[in-house]
Nanobody, 124 residues
Framework: QVQLVESGGGLVQAGGSLRLSCAASGRTFSSAAMGWFRQAPGKEREFVAA????????YYTDSVKGRFTISRADAKNTVYLQMNSLKPEDTAAYYC?????????????????WGQGTQVTVSS
């Protein structure tokens, strides 16, 4: 079992930065692939970024490449999403997810555990 708690969301102006954190409990964190997803009002949940168990493989959706960075600190059981050059279209609830396998994917259905989400609002 893995429990996930996100933090770090908030209101920021366009061009600003935020760092989201996802604290995980459970002994299987170090062998779990992790992902970040987001859902804007009236839209479907979409993939943002994912990282393998070792941190050696990362995936990003095209719209955040070059602006967002996913990383993990296994000693802290935490995965991060550094978000720079934020745009109003990045406004959404951001969710952390964990997968029981080591390799990440971009499909939400492949993740077994989810956090409650943290809201990110980018003003223009």
């Amino acid at each position: 079992q893995v429990q996930l708690v996100e933090s770090g969301g908030g209101l920021v102006q366009a061009g600003g930065s935020l760092r989201l954190s996802c604290a995980a409990s459970g002994r299987t964190f170090s062998s779990a692939a992790m992902g970040w997803f987001r859902q804007a009002p009236g839209k479907e949940r979409e993939f943002v970024a994912a990282i393998s168990w070792s941190g050696g493989i990362t995936y990003y959706t095209d719209s955040v490449k070059g602006r967002f960075t996913i990383s993990r600190a296994d000693a802290k059981n935490t995965v991060y999403l550094q978000m720079n050059s934020l745009k109003p279209e990045d406004t959404a609830a951001y969710y952390c997810a964990a997968r029981s396998l080591r390799m990440p994917t971009m499909r939400g259905l492949d993740y077994n555990y989810w956090g409650q989400g943290t809201q990110v609002t980018v003003s223009s």
